[in-house]
């Protein structure tokens, strides 16, 4: 069997850069080398492209740019059909059969680099430009989510013209607490939760600072659960989480130190809720066009009721991350799960 030619593209101009750095790591380790032969491709902070001939552990402690990355580029041009490496000797042309993105948040979860693939006839294993587009903006995703039947949270939408008494009016109707949070980002970047009017401005402010539209958004009573996702026509699910919170929210130390939360896989909730929980991850993942893959994110309320919180078509992926921890309880281990993405990845 010949084998597969798949680029990893990893880093990237955003805030979740070091995380991606860990995902792409991970899958290169867990991808099975006599049915894949994984191109490395990373972006610095600034934006430079880069073809990674070194190790996975050198990526991880960002030690990646060295004299093993060569410049290159992924070429738009369909004639190409892959990366564009300019060595030494001349520019050397790797072709590829498909691209897996391992790019969190801005510049890479949110149809960017998507597009570039589109235009490039390049496969992308993953969301599209369009589902990535409409997840990653969290206004347009709970608009669709909530059109869908779907439970959304109370929220207005605010834009950097507003004056503070526009802001005051514009949020009078929402119920504290709230979470202030930029439109456009991930890994909880720049998200605030409040209990007053007078935090506001200030959560607004920090907001802005990782997008140019905010949205407050009124918080939801209950505990965070998650579905994860696989396939594009034929679906398989992991098994539903819980995050158990000891106080405040599931913010960026949270989520990558546990410090005072835990995540319960399976989630502590009977069947039939959990059931419930992975048919409403269906529907929001067929509603926001996703492939591939992504995790579904939802807020069970004590009354049993579900409400959308947003899709992660990019989730970290790294051994310990939920993603791939709910796979594990769906019988899927960590290096079936990679090899199954990157097989149906390759065949879509």
């Not at 991970?26 to 991808?31: G, M, Q």
């Not at 993105?101 to 960017?112: A, F, R, S, V």
């Not at 935090?199 to 009124?218: C, G, H, K, T």
């Not at 310990?320 to 990157?342: D, I, Q």
């Amino acid at each position: 069997m010949t084998k597969k030619i798949i680029g990893i593209l990893f880093g990237g101009c955003s805030s979740e850069y070091e995380v991606s750095l860990q995902s792409a790591a991970a899958v290169i380790r867990a991808a099975d080398p006599a049915r894949f032969t994984l191109i490395p491709v990373g972006i610095t902070r600034q934006g430079q492209w880069y073809r990674f001939y070194g190790t996975p552990e050198e990526m991880e402690q960002d030690r990646w740019v060295t004299g093993k990355a060569v410049p290159a580029i992924l070429s738009p041009d369909r004639s190409c059909g892959g990366l564009l490496e300019f060595a030494e000797e001349g520019v050397r042309k790797v072709a590829l059969d498909a691209v897996l993105p391992m790019l969190h948040g801005k510049n890479g979860e949110d149809g960017t680099v998507q597009g570039l693939l589109a235009l490039a006839g390049i496969p992308c294993i993953g969301c599209g430009l369009l589902s990535s587009a409409l997840c990653m903006d969290k206004s347009t995703a709970h608009l669709l989510a909530s059109q869908a039947g779907v439970k959304v949270p109370r929220s207005v939408l605010l834009d950097p013209m507003g004056t503070a008494s526009d802001l005051a009016k514009r949020t009078e109707d929402l119920a504290y607490p709230l979470f202030v949070k930029p439109v456009n980002a991930g890994s909880s970047f720049g998200i605030t939760k409040i209990t007053g009017p007078g935090q506001l401005a200030d959560a607004v402010s920090l907001a802005f600072r990782y997008d140019s539209q905010v949205i407050v958004e009124e918080a939801v009573e209950g505990f965070e659960v998650g579905c994860a996702v696989m396939g594009t026509s034929r679906l398989f699910l992991g098994e539903v989480d819980e995050i158990e919170l000891s106080s405040g929210f599931f913010d960026y130390e949270e989520k990558y130190t546990l410090k005072t939360s835990k995540i319960h896989m399976p989630a502590r909730i009977d069947e039939a809720t959990a059931q419930r929980i992975k048919d409403t991850a269906v529907l929001l993942y067929r509603a926001l066009h996703c492939s591939g893959f992504a995790r579904v994110d939802l807020f069970l309320t004590p009354s049993g009721e579900i409400v959308f919180n947003e899709i992660n078509t990019i989730p970290g992926f790294t051994s310990h991350s939920r993603y791939p921890n709910m796979m594990k309880g769906a019988g899927l281990s960590f290096e079936e799960t990679v090899n199954r993405l990157l097989d149906e990845g390759v065949r879509a």
